[in-house]
């Protein structure tokens, strides 16, 4: 169980960390949070949950107009133009142990956390105050980057400030200026694929704002005179979804998720508000609706050669 809201406010107490308190309906965005503390003299916060192809885990704590560009990021910390997406919901609870819109920095006093890399926005040190949720979207903290630093040093955790808005070059001799901020231990969630997760599914609260989703899409799936040879798009024969059936629709529900989460982004929220469950639907429609087809019509296509296979060699026997 980790930390709840009372206790880490408790904690901020203890260390005489001078912070203010505003409680208001739960948010999902930060244009939400900003109807209700917008008006105060701070700056609002934008926190990105991500990973590495090793399952090393970051949280990137920007202030909501900084341009965090992942694929930059990612080659900054040596990890290529790929190598950063978003982390799984799962891990949400199961590393920093927040539910979904509620990463911040704060998160990071879970135990848990302990192996979690954190990259502050150094517009931060600019501010007369700094708007986070305290591990829960139905209140938001005000408080100055000292009182941070100071929370952050408490629980064994440097205060990293970097310029998220950098695109310094990166080549063989120039080194990528923010490798040492790569977690030394990688971090196994139980239950969870040895995997890559989808890249840039956003947790709608915070958001990468000059991103393009690339999340895991579904692709049609073209018929072939052949049946055997047929390859399904998540790469699995067609042969061994027959023998397997529920791997398929494992595989197949995977890849719908992915495609929901890919979709569920800041921009998105913001541009269809309460329409965005219908927006969703008809995007699912659109792209999984011809690899059902062709998948239906490979069974049926699969069945029919089969049948007819068993039918030839029964006549033989015949002869």
């Known amino acids: 169980m980790g930390y709840t809201k009372e206790q880490l406010l408790a904690r901020l107490q203890e260390l005489q960390i001078d912070f203010t308190k505003h409680e208001h309906p739960v948010v999902l965005t930060v244009e939400a949070q900003a109807k209700h503390v917008g008006h105060l003299n701070g700056a609002l916060s934008k926190n990105l949950f991500l990973k590495d192809k090793k399952h090393r885990f970051y949280v990137v704590s920007a202030m909501a107009k900084t341009n965090v560009d992942l694929k930059v990021l990612s080659q900054r910390l040596g990890l290529g133009k790929g190598g950063l997406r978003m982390a799984p919901e799962e891990a949400l609870g199961e590393v920093l142990q927040v539910p979904l819109g509620c990463v911040t920095p704060f998160a990071l006093v879970n135990e848990s956390a302990r192996c979690v890399s954190l990259l502050l926005d150094e517009g931060f040190k600019a501010q007369e105050c700094c708007f986070f949720h305290p591990l829960s979207n139905d209140t938001t903290i005000a408080l100055n980057a000292r009182g941070l630093d100071k929370f952050l040093s408490s629980i064994g955790k440097q205060s990293v400030y970097v310029d998220l808005e950098a695109n310094p070059p990166v080549g063989k001799d120039q080194p990528p200026d923010l490798a040492s901020l790569v977690p030394s231990d990688a971090i196994a969630i139980p239950g969870?694929?040895?995997?890559?997760?989808?890249?840039?599914?956003?947790?709608?609260?915070?958001?990468?704002?000059?991103?393009?989703?690339?999340?895991?899409?579904?692709?049609?799936?073209?018929?072939?005179?052949?049946?055997?040879?047929?390859?399904?798009?998540?790469?699995?024969?067609?042969?061994?979804?027959?023998?397997?059936?529920?791997?398929?629709?494992?595989?197949?529900?995977?890849?719908?998720?992915?495609?929901?989460?890919?979709?569920?982004?800041?921009e998105n929220v913001k541009k269809y508000g309460e329409k965005l469950g219908d927006v969703i639907s008809n995007t699912i429609r659109k792209k999984l609706a011809t690899e059902l087809k062709s998948t239906a019509t490979m069974f049926k296509n699969t069945a029919y050669s089969e049948g007819f296979s068993a039918g030839t060699r029964q006549q033989a026997k015949r002869l």
């Not at 072939?224 to 790469?235: A, F, H, P, Q, W």
């Not at 791997?247 to 890919?262: A, C, G, N, P």
Request: charged share 25%; proline share 7%; aromatic share 4%.
């Open 192 to 266: 969870q694929p040895d995997k890559a997760a989808p890249s840039q599914v956003s947790d709608m609260n915070h958001a990468p704002v000059n991103n393009k989703s690339t999340g895991v899409s579904a692709k049609a799936v073209k018929p072939t005179t052949d049946v055997r040879k047929e390859k399904l798009s998540n790469g699995v024969s067609l042969s061994n979804s027959f023998a397997d059936p529920e791997k398929y629709v494992e595989d197949f529900i995977e890849r719908t998720s992915s495609l929901v989460l890919s979709e569920i982004t800041e």
